[in-house]
């Protein structure tokens, strides 16, 4: 092929694969942008009290959700009714113990309802929307045992906050505060709008990314761990694109926006995740706001019971509220042990070589002799970089991009004969340097 037939090949691949890649992306973002941009435009024109607000939050996202999942929504309504009479009820004989009850039973539920009772393929609809519910639902009975509410949240209040339109569906979380917070402000410029269609660009910019360019520049015929690694970024690039969506969703509804309409809220940072310091910053800026909650509500609540009881318990809350899936959990429990691993070895390297080359960067006075400009630190960040870029072609790998595969959910073998076609090597790479870490 000669490199006139090369380019207009190329260009015919990319309208054929971009135009109707836009135009899906577009037709899923107008849906949300419509509902949230509903909601505030009514909070903005018309004085509405507090149950009016939101008594207006749960009739939007209520329709918003039907009109995406169909039928499914009675699942997600029938956990958040379910879970607000269980803490209404708990409320009444105890004020303790509030947070452990409803996230056990919660879990119990989703577990339930993926394993028992939803088809796999109505399940991948909902799932995203069930661990957000969920999330709210805990971060409440926690916070009334934590003392924050003066009472019970009323059941308008309590609906309008789970089935809120800006964040229903794609996340983030938010805490019921803020969420309350955001209800009352009435904000409206030009810059509001020309951050709505930035982050509406950028998400688009994402899809695009995952779907066709990246698939595009690595083909078959090159390595397995190049082909891992394509397949690792395309899935990063479609959660992006989510995040990204998210966060328009949640400014179309005058959300996550200062008094001077700047954005106050963030989901990720990609540029961390592509090219990063440590497994540890990978796992924090993957979702932040999800971050938050998992060290606010799990993390910190266990703490007292030990530092490695506490991060395994994080990260199988983590795993289960994503649902009972062999290879969510596989990976995110191995990710847990990955980065605690590499946290603790980082330490002792630091600490023998006095080098700054811990997992978090570290602050500008600190005790280690070679800074993090030095020779010797930037050759140590960057081996551990480039072992964490491994890790995450190897972790990512198993998230392909087939619909099929994606809508009954990946099976026990996929995931095994993925990780075995790479001869475990992160697994094995990692109890070596456990092995390291132990002998120093």
């Known amino acids: 092929m000669d490199e006139e037939d090369y380019i207009e090949n190329t260009w015919t691949y990319f309208l054929l694969c971009g135009e109707p890649t836009l135009y899906e992306g577009l037709r899923f973002a107008r849906d949300i942008i419509v509902a949230n941009l509903t909601l505030r435009l009514i909070i903005q024109c018309i004085s509405l009290p507090h149950n009016g607000r939101h008594c207006l939050s749960l009739l939007i996202g209520t329709f918003l959700l039907y009109y995406n999942v169909g039928s499914a929504v009675i699942w997600t309504l029938g956990l958040i009714t ?150 690792a970024q395309a899935f990063r690039m479609s959660h992006y694109f989510v995040s990204s969506m998210s966060i328009v969703s949640m400014l179309s509804a005058g959300f996550g926006l200062s008094n001077d309409c700047h954005l106050d809220i963030e989901v990720t940072k990609p540029f961390f995740i592509e090219l990063p310091r440590s497994l540890v910053q990978v796992v924090i800026f993957w979702n932040i706001p999800m971050h938050q909650w998992l060290k606010n509500y799990i993390f910190k609540t266990c703490q007292p019971y030990g530092q490695f009881i506490a991060i395994f318990t994080t990260y199988a809350i983590s795993s289960l509220l994503h649902g009972f899936n062999f290879q969510l959990s596989a990976v995110l429990l191995s990710i847990g042990s990955f980065s605690y691993v590499e946290y603790n070895l980082r330490y002792k390297v630091a600490s023998a070589l006095e080098v700054c080359c811990l997992a978090n960067p570290c602050a500008k006075q600190c005790e280690h002799r070679y800074k993090k400009n030095s020779f010797i630190a930037v050759l140590m960040n960057t081996i551990f970089s480039v072992i964490t870029i491994m890790h995450l072609a190897y972790l990512g790998v198993m998230f392909e991009a087939s619909f099929t595969v994606q809508e009954s959910g990946y099976s026990y073998y996929h995931t095994i004969s993925k990780w075995e076609n790479l001869n475990f090597f992160s697994h094995g790479f990692v109890a070596f340097m456990y092995l390291g870490y132990l002998m120093m």
């Open 82 to 231: 379910g879970a607000y009479f269980a803490i209404t009820f708990l409320t009444l004989i105890t004020k303790q113990w509030r947070g452990f009850i409803i996230t056990l039973l919660v879990i119990l539920f989703i577990v339930f309802c993926e394993v028992f009772v939803v088809n796999p393929k109505m399940w991948q609809q909902i799932r995203g929307i069930q661990m957000i519910a969920a999330m709210k639902i805990i971060s409440v009975a926690i916070e009334l045992d934590r003392g924050l509410f003066k009472e019970m949240l009323n059941p308008v209040e309590f609906g309008g906050y789970l089935l809120c339109p800006a964040n229903s569906i794609l996340g983030p979380w938010i805490q019921f505060h803020t969420y309350s917070s955001y209800l009352d402000v009435k904000i409206l410029s030009r810059r509001w709008v020309k951050l709505i269609i930035i982050n509406l660009a950028q998400a688009m910019l994402f899809l695009i990314l995952s779907n066709c360019i990246i698939p595009w520049y690595i083909d078959d015929d090159t390595t397995l761990w190049l082909m891992s690694y394509r397949d």
